[in-house]
């Protein structure tokens, strides 16, 4: 029986950081939301409670029964969890009227507990919350403290729950990883056993279960996402799933032909379908950003079904949906900052059932699964690529004469990032996370071509390095070939006269335009 620690979510932006810290220490975790903890779940080693955007006092504050957990499994709350494990038994939590954030440092440290262990005073730590807690139960006591926060870190060991007031997730708590490996591998008794091929293994298996000898249908999109989740259905199924890629005219140039060459050695059966002249009907004279991906994600459903309907005994659709797909799509406080064509459900009409066996993987972890899978590097290493594709990195309305400027610029970018090797003898292309081209189509400037003067549009180029696309930091590009780059595209592509790079990073931005 794999072991798995669960994480309830609060609502807190970071939620999904202590997840990848958990999966770093090789051991399963599952984030759910802060009241749908598992009921008699042996496979439980531990529990942990997020941060929260809300004050224990909020009327809407998100609350929990503990008497769920505590004393039945080993606890941490970290930031909210920490507060409201305090108020929940009798501690205080209060206002003191400043904001606790940034860096801090643990003045007092308990090291004979054992969530400090290997711990050393002074350690940096990140704070952000806005209440403090000035009081904690009965049966807990001090284990940490900063300068100007006593209670930062409290236990009561009996019970075996441990609080702190600061996030051990985050890059900036120095010793964070430490703290939850103590909490993880040394309080919980993680066997550390999960990795990529226990992924594999368990995940064949349960598919094989969960399917049966039922038909099922995936949606190939060409990255690497839906390529890992049709390589490990075909290993769990065979010739029991069908794959269809549907072209909705605004993939990258030449996409369509590419991807179809690229799973012809996979052993996977692919229906290609070319749709794009009903996206392009449905997305005439649209611009705003949601409303575009909500036509998309309805056409592809309905192109979709059309398709499925001709596999007359298919019973479940396949999705390479991952987490920061769901966590985009809508967090645990209701609150949408994009959604994902693929994220939502299905139309009751559809008839499908829903299989999504990569959705709480983040995609370094998709990544590691693929190579285990032994997929093709080329597959493996594609940057990420948005389900509605250049429509959303396109700002305005949607025309093929757009279409066509951005695959040309495009392509000039990604081909030109291929070619540039680094001092390492590695491409670009593999420095960064994810690079792409943004038209921007409401928008003319001047320019001087020879002796004629030009009224065309920018691009913009985006390149970002990250983890896992829940945060991402513009990636330094180098100044000879972002040169290049522009006077490339300036020379060939016609529609555009002006190249601009994005330097701003996630958040606040987002790393696509819409």
């Known amino acids: 029986m794999q072991q798995k620690i669960i994480i309830l979510d609060f609502g807190s932006q970071t939620t999904q950081l202590i997840g990848r810290r958990v999966r770093e220490l090789d051991t399963f975790c599952e984030i759910l939301p802060y009241n749908k903890f598992p009921q008699d779940d042996p496979s439980i080693i531990g529990v942990i409670l997020s941060g929260s955007p809300y004050s224990v006092h909020d009327k809407e504050a998100f609350k929990v029964n503990l008497s769920q957990f505590i004393g039945k499994y080993p606890v941490l709350g970290i930031c909210y969890g920490a507060q409201f494990i305090s108020f929940a038994n009798g501690g205080k939590v209060e206002q ?38 000035t009081a904690i139960p009965e049966g ?49 008794k993680s066997k ?112 979709f079904n059309a398709e499925a309907k001709k596999i007359v005994d298919a019973k479940w659709l396949a999705q390479g949906t991952i987490y920061p797909d769901r966590i985009e799509s809508l967090s645990i406080t209701g609150m949408v900052i994009k959604s994902h064509h693929n994220v939502g459900g299905l139309p009751k009409e559809m008839k499908l059932q829903l299989c999504e066996p990569l959705q709480w993987l983040f995609k370094d972890e998709v990544r590691r699964v693929g190579r285990q899978l032994q997929m093709p590097e080329r597959l493996i290493n594609r940057h990420p690529f948005p389900g509605p594709g250049l429509a959303v990195r396109i700002l305005g309305d949607i025309t093929r004469e757009k279409v066509r400027i951005l695959q040309d610029a495009d392509d000039i970018y990604i081909d030109e990032m291929h070619n540039y090797v680094c001092e390492d003898g590695d491409s670009l292309y593999n420095k960064v996370w994810q690079a792409g081209t943004v038209l921007l189509s409401t928008i003319r400037s001047v320019g001087v071509m020879g002796d004629e003067r030009t009224y065309e549009h920018p691009v913009a180029l985006r390149a970002v390095t990250s983890m896992d696309a829940m945060t991402a930091d513009w990636a330094h590009l180098p100044y000879d070939f972002m040169a290049k780059v522009s006077n490339e595209i300036i020379n060939k592509v016609k529609g555009v006269n ?17």
């Open 96 to 133: 003191t009227g400043t904001r606790e954030y940034g860096r801090a440092n643990l003045e007092t440290i308990d090291l004979n507990t054992p969530i400090f262990k290997d711990f050393k005073k002074g350690s940096q730590v990140w704070m952000s919350h806005g209440d403090t807690i």
């Open 498 to 514: 002006r190249v601009c790079y994005d330097i701003s990073s996630k958040p606040p931005s987002t790393i696509e335009w819409e």
């Open 192 to 303: 550390q056993e999960w990795s990529p091929a226990s992924f594999v293994e368990s995940t064949v298996e349960e598919l094989k279960t969960q399917l049966g000898n039922d038909r099922v249908v995936l949606g190939l999109s060409g990255g690497v996402d839906s390529s890992v989740c049709a390589t490990l259905l075909n290993k769990a199924i065979g010739k029991n799933l069908t794959c269809i890629f549907v072209d909705h005219g605004m993939l990258r140039k030449n996409e369509f032909t590419k991807v179809m060459e690229a799973y012809s050695g996979l052993g996977l059966n692919v229906i290609g379908v070319d749709a794009s002249e009903k996206f392009f009907k449905d997305l005439e004279g649209v611009s705003d950003p949601e409303k575009k991906r909500k036509i998309i994600g309805r056409d592809f459903v309905e192109v």
């Open 140 to 188: 807990f006591h001090i284990t940490g403290s900063t300068a100007d926060v006593k209670y930062a870190a409290f236990a009561n060991e009996e019970k075996r729950v441990w609080c702190v007031q600061f996030h051990p997730e985050v890059f900036h708590s120095t010793q964070g990883t430490q703290l939850l490996k103590n909490f993880v591998v040394d309080i919980c």
